[in-house]
């Protein structure tokens, strides 16, 4: 198999290497005795063989960062930054910078699954609660309420109708929420997926200004994990770029590096792309005139971060109270329509 169509490892599995990678090369532990240590640890087989294909790699005269390359399981930069750490001396500051990018990328994913998840068992669940009262609650009322001899109103007409078309296309309605949900786990889990669903979710209104946000995250994360590896800021800009998948920012980040090939300073370059906000701009302005760029990428970084956590923390707190509203209110007028012409004719009988 060619290494370009091997699967891509996860994020929670490159943050597992790097940061134990980090760890061990930050101890004076050469890379090839690093990946045995980790090997001899790994907690699954196929992590396990990975560790020790890249260690048979260094031992046959490659290095950590043409061994990952080679490896075609991680993205093409993370050998990049492997690479200049290595001519730097910085190898273990590059492997903590990776591993602390991909700790949070996913925990962010994490964030996002949780976000469309919630809402998407919530539907489910109605789904199936209006398919058994449809299907099995109201043919009862019904077969009552013909015993009794009474008339159907308009109320009971329209629950008719509503209870014949779920009895006749529940399960073309069954079959296109399952495609809902595979849709949904394409999008999770797959990378095509997510840059589409990143796509769509960008041009819609109510979700735009959040994968904005998502985007910045992203960048940021990026950004300070390429500086700390050692890169000039236009090759940062050039990893971060890569990583953000958000045509709007991405555009923004060529600007800034048109800018920076011309001559401006970073700071500079940064404030006239518009890529972040007034108050992060001047943060770099400063903070790069002291020398203390890193400091200003992960204050950025982890401000960005708690505000979508918070934005998505609302959304969901927002959901489920709504979602439990409309599930009891479906509930309520479908058993209302037909308890209540009931409770009159009884009523009429005594």
Known sequence: ??????????????????SQLHELTGAGITPYAALGIMAG??????????????ADRISGGA?????V???????????????VGEQTGRIDEACGALGRYYEEEDALRESIRS????????IVV??????????????????????????????????????????????????????????????????????LAGRLA???????????????????????????????PYRSLEIAERIVEYPPLEDKIELCRKRLYEGESFSGAMANSGIYRPFYTSMLTVFSEA???????EFIAAHYKEDTDRRIGRILSAIEPTMVIVIALIVGVILLSVIMPLIGIMSGIG
């Open 1 to 18: 198999m060619k290494a370009g169509k091997k699967k891509q490892l996860s994020s929670a599995a490159v943050f597992q290497i790097f």
């Open 41 to 54: 640890d790994a907690d699954h087989g196929s992590l396990a063989e990975l560790l020790k294909e890249l």
């Open 63 to 67: 290095l950590l960062s043409e061994a």
């Open 69 to 83: 390359t080679e490896a075609g399981v991680f993205p093409p930069y993370v050998g990049e930054l492997l690479y």
């Open 115 to 122: 976000a469309v998840s919630y809402p998407l068992m919530m």
């Open 126 to 195: 109605m789904f199936l609660v209006i398919v058994v009262l449809m299907n099995q609650v109201m043919p009862v009322f019904m077969q009552v309420f013909h015993q009794l001899g009474a008339t159907a109103g308009g109320t009971m007409q329209a629950m008719l109708k509503l209870s014949g078309f779920f009895s006749r296309y529940y399960i073309v309605l069954a079959v296109l929420l399952a495609l809902v949900l595979l849709a949904f786990l394409y999008c999770c889990f797959t990378e095509n997926g997510r840059r």
């Open 202 to 232: 960008g041009r819609f209104p109510l979700t735009r200004s959040l994968m904005e946000d998502l985007a910045l995250v992203r960048f940021t994360s990026g950004l300070r994990m390429a500086y700390a590896a050692g890169l000039d």
């Open 291 to 297: 020398g203390s760029m890193d400091r200003a990428l």
